[in-house]
């Protein structure tokens, strides 16, 4: 169970239909595929290792599902974080995960700013969203034009695949470790309890930071 294979699969079997619609973007599942690889090239030059936390900071949107597919296409282990914390909080977070590499959209440019100061373990930032990025920020959509697609790391079964963030009701969140096989098995088990025919268009309104709207992209 590796979460990647759903891409094999539609590359294989429907290159050309619509993967993802956001705004006025459209990708093919080929395009989508070919884009996961060249953010994975570029996160893995930034030196994400297999195991390696990286953040992204962001609103839903394609580049969100993109960052999940990528993280894990490169070895990695997604750390969605909670859109709706202080700058302090999110310090807590990216440090409590030692979480090296933090993407960030231009709405929250400068909270992924102030990291620089407040957390101890970013070493990266990187900016990952419309519009130009901020100065002496890495710009991804720049990086990935001048990537190779690189290969699939395949990591799967029991292998980390998230650190998901609690409330933090009773005191400070907690990042749930989550793998692979825990995430692929859950949306098996949501297929089997309500299927999806072959043509179905989802629309995500839910937090993508948040498991729920996680699981609802997978």
């Keep these: 169970m590796y979460l990647t294979q759903p891409l094999h699969k539609a590359l294989q079997e429907r290159p050309h239909a619509t993967a993802l619609v956001c705004g006025e973007r459209r990708h093919t599942f080929a395009q ?3 884009r996961v690889a060249r953010l994975a090239a570029v996160l893995q030059d930034l030196g994400v ?3 390696d936390r990286v953040g992204l900071l962001a609103l839903n949107s394609d580049r969100y599902v993109e960052y999940l597919y990528a993280t894990w296409w490169a070895g ?3 750390n969605p974080v909670n859109i709706r914390w202080s700058a302090r909080e999110i310090a807590y977070s990216l440090d409590d995960s030692d979480t090296r590499i933090l993407l960030a959209d231009a709405n929250f440019a400068e909270v992924a700013r102030q990291q620089r100061e ?4 970013l070493k990266t930032l990187v900016h990952f969203g419309d519009g130009p990025a901020p100065e002496g ?8 034009a001048q990537a190779q697609p690189v290969p699939d790391a395949r990591r799967g079964g029991s292998d980390l695949a998230a650190v ?5 009701t009773t005191g400070l969140p907690k990042g749930v470790m989550l793998t692979h096989g825990n995430l692929y098995a859950g949306q098996l088990s949501a297929n089997m309890a309500a299927k999806r025919p072959d043509e179905a268009v989802g629309l995500n309104m839910a937090p993508m930071f948040h498991v729920g709207g996680t699981g609802l992209t997978l």
């Design 32 to 34: 989508f595929v070919d």
């Design 49 to 51: 290792q297999p195991g």
């Design 76 to 78: 990695g282990v997604i």
């Design 118 to 121: 407040l957390s101890r373990s």
């Design 137 to 144: 920020v890495a710009d991804a959509e720049a990086l990935m």
């Design 164 to 168: 998901m963030y609690t409330g933090g």
